[in-house]
């Protein structure tokens, strides 16, 4: 018992589990030692006193020296490897707690980064499209009911959509196409825009705000050449993948880059929500700046939207 308590609660947690192999290692010498010498002076003891120097009369057990070694370290051997069993699973199942804590930190601070990024989308389309509005406001357009509800459907969609985590691709072309209806309204016949959209799914599924930002971009940072500003989209699905495809006009002498905390935020979300699933590729050349996303290994919606 005593050699057991020792290896057990002693030995093993203090040295072994700790790693001090060298320490153990003498120690458990140092135990095997003295408790060799309490087994040789019990077995004495049962001789010259219980026994009165008859071996005959010793217990059948305890008449061999070899056989109560045994028996003694047996008893240590198997108490010591469940020991060893209660500490790893006992370290094991901290480990597995301590792991599932940090990846709850780290999705939470995700989540967080991901609404600080979504705070930061669009307000200065906001501010122009009101601008424009109160324009039209002024002059009295027939043109301003369409366009309050237009941009009352796109702050509904920034506002309340975006919270979720995904929405339907088609969901997500109607306010591109709400909001490019509103830059019409802004730049009239200054606007010279092409919309390609093929072979839409939707069933396929993409985190809100995804495509947009790139379109408020191209507005944005798009230049007037010839007294037209053109703008070129394009989107296809291709089995589980989207490819998207944007250009803007811009001035051959254009040599600053405006890619902006927008688009910066946008690679942003698109890392942390897509990963290694998704390319951006940025050029431009004499004419034109493109944007050319693709996203794979979209979620396909089993419901019908």
């Known amino acids: 018992m005593g050699t057991t308590y020792?290896?057990?609660?002693?030995?093993?947690?203090?040295?072994?589990?700790?790693?001090?192999?060298?320490?153990?290692?003498?120690?458990?010498?140092?135990?095997i030692i003295i408790s060799a010498l309490f087994i040789v002076i019990s077995f004495f003891?049962?001789?010259?006193?219980?026994?009165?120097?008859?071996?005959d009369n010793m217990a059948p057990m305890t008449r061999s020296p070899l056989f109560l070694f045994i028996a003694v370290y047996f008893v240590v051997f198997i108490a010591s490897a469940l020991s060893l069993v209660k500490h790893n699973f006992k370290s094991t199942s901290a480990n597995q707690e301590l792991k599932n804590r940090i990846l709850e930190t780290q999705l939470k601070f995700k989540e967080?980064?991901?609404?600080?990024?979504?705070?930061?989308?669009?307000?200065?389309?906001?501010?122009?499209?009101?601008?424009?509005l109160y324009g039209f406001a002024l002059k009295k357009s027939e043109d301003t009911p369409e366009m309050i509800l237009k941009l009352s459907n796109l702050l509904d969609y920034l506002?309340?959509?975006?919270d979720k985590p995904l929405v339907s691709l088609q969901e997500e072309i109607n306010h591109i196409n709400d909001y490019i209806a509103l830059e019409k309204m802004r730049f009239s016949d200054v606007l010279d825009i092409a919309l390609n959209i093929e072979k839409i799914k939707e069933t396929i599924q993409i985190a809100p705000m995804i495509l947009i930002p790139f379109v408020e971009n191209?507005?944005?940072?798009?230049q007037i050449i010839d007294q037209k500003l053109s703008i070129y989209i394009c989107l296809k699905c291709i089995n589980d993948e989207i490819h998207f495809t944007i250009k803007n006009s811009i001035h051959p002498s254009d040599k600053e880059d405006k890619n902006g905390i927008g688009l910066t935020n946008i690679k942003k979300?698109?890392?942390?929500?897509?990963g290694d699933n998704h390319e951006l590729k940025i050029s431009k050349n004499n004419n034109h700046h493109t944007v050319e996303l693709t996203l794979k290994n979209l979620k396909i919606s089993t419901n019908e939207f």
């Open 6 to 31: 020792t290896v057990i609660s002693l030995l093993i947690p203090k040295y072994l589990i700790l790693e001090k192999y060298f320490q153990f290692l003498v120690y458990c010498i140092y135990t």
């Open 45 to 55: 003891y049962g001789l010259i006193y219980l026994s009165l120097m008859q071996i």
């Open 218 to 222: 191209s507005f944005k940072h798009g």
């Open 159 to 162: 506002l309340y959509q975006s």
């Open 112 to 132: 967080q980064e991901l609404n600080y990024l979504k705070m930061q989308i669009h307000p200065h389309f906001l501010f122009n499209t009101l601008n424009t």
């Open 269 to 274: 979300r698109l890392s942390l929500v897509y």
